[in-house]
């Protein structure tokens, strides 16, 4: 089967897929360019594919290295998944600083993309919990990288889209955790204002927040919603982790269900659902990871696939700039149950390329329905523009090479400078032309 992207579209194919065996210098001996790693294919759009060119599928590099428990760090290739971690150091009283929406991403992948997590105000991205990582370039060279040495090519690997070579290992730091409980709670927002306010003081308190938005609501209910923050909870209590999911999706639709008939009776019973949530102690692989619930869930989009939209808009703007996204969706009727908003921290992100930056992001999946959906794209992006904000490129296959190059003007000369000239993707090309 061909590998594809979490939203399935666009379909691209690669001359060769190569299946890679533990990572060794060998690995990239004799591939044709242009070249590109392919981990678990959870990032959306085109930021994993490599039309005509040579995939890497490195799901076999999944040699865990070490664990060394005084120093609290793991060593592993970069074909491990974050699930297969917490399989594995959960148990043992230890979590992963930061972790994405699902923990079914390699490390590569989640180095590559520098992912964030709903602790971003608090711990950053999750590069900043990289102590080093091996990248394998194509002139044969394992390069290891780190804040403190080939400090250059370390911060061009970091969010850095796959270009500067394979990661073969990295060196992770963990955290301590009494149990898997979560001391969470869910307040509901009646409007974005709320969002803002709840947001600002639960930021203070809680070290994981994150709102999901009702993107059919509008006028004065305009960014109803429910805010969830949480935090480790106090042992003692029960550590255990379990990756796998009850439920799957098993073949595609022929069409997509979600229409706006449904969206809105699925938002309507969520919100009721939510209300009013108190405190509660919750298992931290629902709380973390509440898609995970239901494998291969990106099929109900059907055939067609989907796509999704994901910004950041800087602080003084990023109200005005909401209202006028979540304006712009509602009116257009093509928005999915799955609106999340969260406040990013000031930390700086590590990587050249790294999409965190404080302010407010947005994201939510579209069914594509061809044209219709290319314009509200158009419609949306303009508004970023507008308001200086950025696009996350491992999410979102409609950015334009002008919008690529603007929110990256002052980071590319530099990240230009450490691209290993045999990989690409079609996400680079397509934002680049190279
Ligand atoms: C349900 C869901 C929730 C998500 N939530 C979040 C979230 O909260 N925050 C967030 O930031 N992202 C989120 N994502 C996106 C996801 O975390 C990233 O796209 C991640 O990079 C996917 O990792 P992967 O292993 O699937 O990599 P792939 O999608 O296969 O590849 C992604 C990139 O990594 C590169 N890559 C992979 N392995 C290597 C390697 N060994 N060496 C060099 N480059 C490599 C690829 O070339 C590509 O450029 C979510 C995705 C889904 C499906």
């Known amino acids: 089967m061909t590998p594809e992207s979490w939203g399935r579209i666009p379909r691209l194919r690669p001359a060769a897929v190569v299946p890679l065996h533990w990572a060794e210098p060998a690995a990239l001996a004799g591939r044709a360019a242009p070249i590109l790693a392919h981990g678990l294919g959870r990032s959306y759009g085109d930021a994993c594919l490599n039309e005509g060119g040579t995939l890497l599928l490195t799901r076999g590099l999944d040699r865990f290295l070490a664990l060394d428990e005084a120093a609290g760090t793991l060593t592993c290739e970069a074909g491990v998944s974050l699930a297969e971690i917490l399989t594995l150091v959960v148990p043992r009283g230890w979590f992963l600083p930061v972790v994405p929406g699902t923990q079914h991403v390699t490390v590569g992948g989640a180095i590559a993309n520098d992912v964030h997590g709903k602790n971003h105000h608090r711990a950053g991205t999750f590069g900043g919990q990289v102590r080093w990582l091996e990248l394998l370039r194509s002139t044969g060279e394992v390069l290891r990288c780190s804040p403190d040495g080939n400090r250059e090519l370390f911060a061009a690997t970091v969010g850095g889209l796959g270009l500067t070579g394979l990661v073969l290992r990295a060196g992770l730091s963990l955290r301590r955790i009494a149990t898997t409980r979560v001391a969470a709670e869910s307040l509901p927002l009646r409007d974005l204002s709320e969002f803002f306010a709840g ?7 809680f ?3 994150v709102a999901w938005i009702d993107c059919l609501a509008s006028g004065a209910r305009l960014g109803r919603g429910i805010l969830h923050r949480g935090n480790h909870a106090a042992g003692p209590g029960p550590l255990a982790w379990r990756s796998g999911s009850r439920l799957s999706v098993p073949f595609e639709l022929p069409f997509s269900p979600l229409g706006r008939l449904t969206l809105g009776a699925f938002n309507a019973l969520y919100h009721a659902a939510h209300r009013g949530a108190g405190a509660r102690a919750v298992e931290a692989r629902g709380f973390f990871f509440p898609l995970d619930g239901v494998a291969r869930w990106n099929r109900i989009y059907g055939r067609a696939g989907f ?3 994901q910004c950041q808009v800087p602080p003084p703007a990023a109200p005005e700039a909401l209202r006028a996204l979540l304006a712009t969706i509602a009116r257009s009727g093509q928005g999915s149950f799955l609106a999340v908003l969260k406040n990013f921290g000031a930390a700086p992100s590590p990587g050249l390329l790294s999409f965190p930056r404080e302010g407010t992001t947005l994201a939510l999946d579209f069914p594509d329905r061809g ?9 949306l992006h303009a508004v970023v523009a507008d308001h200086r904000g950025r696009i996350y490129s491992a999410k979102d296959a409609h950015m334009s090479p002008a919008q690529f190059a603007a929110q990256h003007r002052e980071a590319l000369p530099a990240f230009r400078a450490q691209v290993d000239p045999a990989f690409s993707s079609s996400l680079w090309r397509r934002v680049t032309g190279g």
């Open 199 to 205: 947001s600002a003081e639960s930021d203070q308190r």
């Open 207 to 209: 070290e994981y927040t």
């Open 307 to 309: 796509f999704q939209f």
């Open 371 to 379: 044209e219709r959906t290319a314009r509200l794209f158009r419609e």
